[in-house]
Nanobody, 120 residues
Framework: QVRLEESGGGLVQAGGSLRLSCTASGRTLYAMGWFRQAPGKDREFVAAISRSGGSSYYLDSAKGRFTISRDNAKNTVYLQMNSLKPEDTAVYYC???????????????WGQGTQVTVSS
């Protein structure tokens, strides 16, 4: 069993930055992913990182702006978001699973989400 807790969301102007954190408790050595869900839209993949942190993958629109990283000693995964755009506005969720994947189905454990709002 894994419990995930996100933090770091908030309101930021376009072009600004935020860093999201997700701290895991319980059994923690999982591949981790970040997903987001905007109002009226499906939850979509944003970024994923392998258990070791040696591999990562991004949504095309996030490449070059977002960076996923992890600190296994702190059981924490981060999503550094730079050059934010209004279309990045969504609830951001972290997820844990056995597979390093872009698919929601690969992640059985989910946090409650943190709101990110980017104003124009």
């Amino acid at each position: 069993q894994v419990r995930l807790e996100e933090s770091g969301g908030g309101l930021v102007q376009a072009g600004g930055s935020l860093r999201l954190s997700c701290t895991a408790s319980g059994r923690t050595l999982y591949a981790m992913g970040w997903f987001r869900q905007a109002p009226g839209k499906d939850r979509e993949f944003v970024a994923a990182i392998s258990r070791s942190g040696g591999s990562s993958y991004y949504l095309d629109s996030a490449k070059g702006r977002f960076t996923i990283s992890r600190d296994n000693a702190k059981n924490t995964v981060y999503l550094q978001m730079n050059s934010l755009k209004p279309e990045d506005t969504a609830v951001y969720y972290c997820a844990a699973g056995g597979s390093y994947s872009t698919a929601r189905s690969a992640y059985p454990y989910w946090g409650q989400g943190t709101q990110v709002t980017v104003s124009s």
